[in-house]
């Protein structure tokens, strides 16, 4: 286990004096890379599920829906419940129904995002929609980000599912959310919302998806900027793993820490097991 700069001993946090009832952890860069399942990740899901812990796993990927995301899991060999699996896209839905039940959207994005939206109530629309709503998808169309602008210079509100410039492929990085909708904000002068990580709000629909409470819940994440911040933010205990995209050498550069760093979630498999109700 990695020496963490941030506790004062070489011990894990104790759970001695903030007991731990649920963990929350990222996927990419934590239990996968590239669709193929990073050592120790399989144990650290089965070690969760024979716990008794409750658990979720949370990506800003607005792509799949939770049903695809458990198969491309299941194919690496990581067998994830697919009510365990917390999206993006998801959050985002759950968002717009909470603020604007019933509203009309137009939306840029695949399957994982337009089936949430549609579970949610949402009409989709290409006739003055309430909301733009933008999220990630491999077939960026010039014709629909055109009249995600026109739509937003005539009224309709604009929201991100994630802030995410870039996402990983196997030939490289990809762009992602982040960068069309600076696209769009360039053109248009209007910010998006973004509902996903590092905003909060990500972290907070999760803990109330499976009634979890900040002072008892962790989260497992590979980059400061947003599985880390977001976690503090929540008020959460947070687990840097080096596995992803933060590499030691850049953590001293974050004005904020992670509570713990460790080499992979290999090395929590131990605590979790540790933490479970007896």
Same mark, same amino acid.
């Given at each position: 286990?990695? *020496?963490?700069?941030?506790?004062?001993?070489?011990?894990?946090?104790?759970?001695?004096?903030?007991?731990?009832?649920?963990?929350?952890?990222?996927? *990419?860069?934590?239990?996968?890379?590239?669709?193929?399942? !990073?050592?120790?990740?399989?144990?650290? !899901?089965?070690?969760?599920?024979?716990?008794?812990?409750?658990?979720?796993?949370?990506?800003?990927?607005?792509?799949? +829906?939770?049903?695809?995301?458990?198969?491309?899991?299941?194919?690496?060999?990581?067998?994830?419940?697919?009510?365990?699996?917390?999206?993006?896209?998801?959050?985002?839905?759950?968002?717009?129904?909470?603020?604007?039940?019933?509203?009309?959207?137009?939306? !840029?994005?695949?399957?994982?995002?337009? +089936?949430?939206?549609?579970?949610?109530?949402?009409?989709?629309?290409? +006739?003055?929609?309430?909301?733009?709503?933008?999220?990630?998808?491999? @077939?960026?169309?010039?014709?629909?980000?055109?009249?995600?602008?026109?739509?937003?210079?005539?009224?309709?509100?604009?929201?991100?599912?994630?802030?995410?410039?870039?996402?990983?492929?196997?030939?490289?990085?990809?762009?992602?959310?982040?960068?069309?909708?600076?696209?769009?904000?360039?053109?248009?002068?209007?910010?998006?919302?973004?509902?996903?990580?590092?905003?909060?709000?990500?972290?907070?629909?999760?803990?109330?998806?499976?009634?979890?409470h900040s002072e008892t819940t962790v989260m497992v994440g590979d980059r400061m900027d947003t599985d880390v911040i977001a976690g503090i933010e929540a008020g959460l205990r +947070?687990?840097?793993?080096?596995?992803?995209? @933060?590499?030691?050498?850049?953590?001293?550069?974050?004005?904020?820490?992670?509570?713990?760093?460790?080499?992979?979630?290999?090395?929590?498999? *131990?605590?979790?097991?540790?933490?479970?109700?007896?």
């Open positions: 286990m990695s *020496d963490t700069g941030a506790n004062q001993d070489d011990e894990p946090i104790s759970s001695e004096h903030r007991p731990v009832a649920c963990w929350l952890t990222d996927m *990419d860069g934590v239990l996968v890379h590239e669709q193929r399942a !990073i050592p120790g990740a399989a144990e650290f !899901i089965a070690a969760l599920q024979r716990s008794g812990l409750r658990f979720l796993v949370l990506t800003n990927n607005s792509i799949f +829906t939770a049903r695809d995301l458990r198969a491309r899991l299941l194919a690496s060999g990581i067998d994830v419940p697919e009510d365990c699996i917390w999206t993006s896209a998801l959050a985002t839905a759950q968002f717009l129904a909470e603020q604007s039940p019933g509203a009309s959207v137009y939306v !840029i994005g695949e399957t994982g995002l337009t +089936t949430a939206l549609h579970e949610a109530g949402f009409v989709m629309t290409e +006739t003055d929609p309430d909301y733009v709503v933008l999220g990630e998808t491999r @077939t960026y169309s010039f014709e629909a980000i055109t009249k995600a602008i026109r739509y937003l210079e005539r009224g309709s509100r604009f929201i991100a599912t994630n802030p995410d410039a870039t996402g990983p492929s196997a030939e490289g990085s990809l762009p992602a959310t982040g960068s069309v909708a600076a696209l769009i904000t360039r053109a248009t002068g209007l910010e998006p919302y973004y509902v996903g990580k590092p905003n909060p709000l990500m972290m907070r629909s999760a803990l109330n998806r499976i009634h979890a +947070t687990f840097l793993v080096l596995t992803g995209s @933060t590499s030691v050498e850049r953590i001293s550069r974050f004005p904020y820490r992670p509570s713990q760093i460790v080499d992979s979630v290999a090395d929590l498999v *131990d605590l979790v097991e540790r933490w479970a109700p007896s």
